[in-house]
């Protein structure tokens, strides 16, 4: 029993996605070899490598090791603690947690408001556990929320997946994103399938500005850029994306660097939050 614990959904995505960010955090490459041989410069008496070994493997840290790991890379405590991965649908009631969802320090309002709208810009990985939650609802407090996020949610869901860390462990993320939004009958098989086909051509997209260092080929922003702004980027494609950025340092096109940074500064002043878990990650 105690097994089927450890190795929850959840909790082995969040072990997973840890050992790679860890090792980015490092700067070296994702093998508990090479994690090892840089956490032996840090803790010169710490013989690692069963411990990466075991993260790998979706198996969590000793309290010990996980304290000294977040004393080197405080950042990565972030990650750990994002609620992504401890949402459980035998234990969490969803209404009640919906309820705790904050944009700017203010509760979720209105599906109309300008708190929601913000919300729905959204899909940079580390806010995929507001939508999550907002889906299972069953009030009627989140009916409007619901309803948009069973028409959009799919898309969301397949720009989050591109970015690190989190891409590294696509498999385990894409069976917590399945079973979310299409149960476990052998009928969701088919959607599934479905919802890899649809996810191709937005990832070649993401992986072309990537290539072409659009935004710097930061994750998140460029996750962020093809949801917020996909019909304004397609034209600047088609009309020659080289020569734009050339003119730049900005890794934008003129015409769209204006309508990026309002809204880079909409977001940073309404951070979003869920049960007072800040739901943003800076690698």
Same mark, same amino acid.
């Given at each position: 029993?105690?097994?089927?614990?450890?190795?929850?959904?959840?909790?082995?995505?969040?072990?997973?996605?840890?050992?790679?960010?860890?090792?980015?955090?490092?700067?070296?490459?994702?093998?508990?070899?090479?994690?090892?041989?840089?956490?032996?410069?840090?803790?010169?008496?710490?013989?690692?490598?069963?411990?990466?070994?075991?993260?790998?493997?979706?198996?969590? /840290?000793? @309290?010990?090791?996980? !304290?000294? *790991? &977040?004393?080197?890379? %405080?950042?990565?405590?972030?990650?750990?603690?994002?609620? +992504?991965?401890?949402?459980?649908?035998?234990?969490?009631?969803?209404?009640?947690?919906?309820?705790?969802?904050?944009?700017?320090?203010?509760?979720?309002?209105?599906?109309?408001?300008?708190?929601?709208?913000?919300?729905?810009?959204?899909?940079?990985?580390?806010?995929?556990?507001?939508?999550?939650?907002?889906?299972?609802?069953?009030?009627?407090?989140?009916?409007?929320?619901?309803?948009?996020?069973?028409?959009?949610?799919?898309?969301?869901?397949?720009?989050?997946?591109?970015?690190?860390?989190?891409?590294?462990?696509?498999?385990? /993320?894409? @069976?917590?994103?399945? !079973?979310? *939004? &299409?149960?476990?009958? %052998?009928?969701?098989?088919?959607?599934?399938?479905?919802? +890899?086909?649809?996810?191709?051509?937005?990832?070649?997209?993401?992986?072309?500005?990537?290539?072409?260092?659009?935004?710097?080929?930061?994750?998140?922003?460029?996750?962020?850029?093809?949801?917020?702004?996909?019909?304004?980027?397609?034209?600047?494609?088609?009309?020659?994306?080289?020569?734009?950025?050339?003119?730049?340092?900005?890794?934008?096109?003129?015409?769209?660097?204006?309508?990026?940074?309002?809204?880079?500064?909409?977001?940073?002043?309404?951070?979003?939050?869920?049960?007072?878990?800040?739901?943003?990650?800076?690698?």
């Amino acid at each position: 029993m105690s097994s089927q614990k450890i190795r929850s959904p959840g909790s082995l995505l969040r072990s997973r996605t840890l050992f790679y960010a860890t090792a980015e955090a490092m700067g070296c490459a994702p093998t508990p070899c090479s994690m090892a041989k840089q956490w032996h410069q840090i803790r010169q008496w710490n013989d690692s490598l069963s411990l990466w070994k075991r993260l790998r493997r979706g198996l969590p /840290l000793g @309290a010990a090791n996980q !304290s000294l *790991l &977040f004393d080197h890379f %405080p950042q990565l405590r972030q990650l750990f603690e994002n609620p +992504l991965f401890t949402l459980d649908p035998k234990v969490n009631e969803w209404d009640d947690l919906a309820e705790t969802i904050c944009i700017g320090g203010k509760p979720l309002g209105s599906y109309y408001g300008k708190l929601s709208e913000l919300l729905c810009d959204r899909v940079d990985w580390p806010c995929l556990p507001v939508h999550l939650v907002l889906l299972q609802t069953q009030g009627t407090r989140f009916q409007a929320h619901r309803m948009w996020l069973e028409a959009n949610l799919v898309a969301m869901a397949g720009l989050c997946r591109l970015q690190r860390p989190i891409s590294n462990v696509r498999h385990e /993320l894409d @069976a917590l994103l399945f !079973s979310a *939004l &299409f149960g476990t009958s %052998p009928a969701s098989h088919v959607k599934c399938q479905s919802c +890899l086909a649809r996810w191709m051509p937005v990832e070649e997209l993401f992986n072309h500005l990537q290539r072409g260092q659009w935004l710097h080929a930061d994750d998140q922003q460029l996750a962020l850029l093809i949801w917020n702004f996909r019909e304004e980027l397609q034209r600047e494609l088609d009309i020659g994306p080289h020569r734009l950025l050339s003119e730049t340092k900005s890794g934008l096109p003129r015409s769209l660097r204006k309508k990026w940074c309002r809204k880079c500064a909409q977001w940073r002043d309404h951070p979003v939050q869920l049960n007072g878990f800040c739901c943003e990650y800076a690698h």
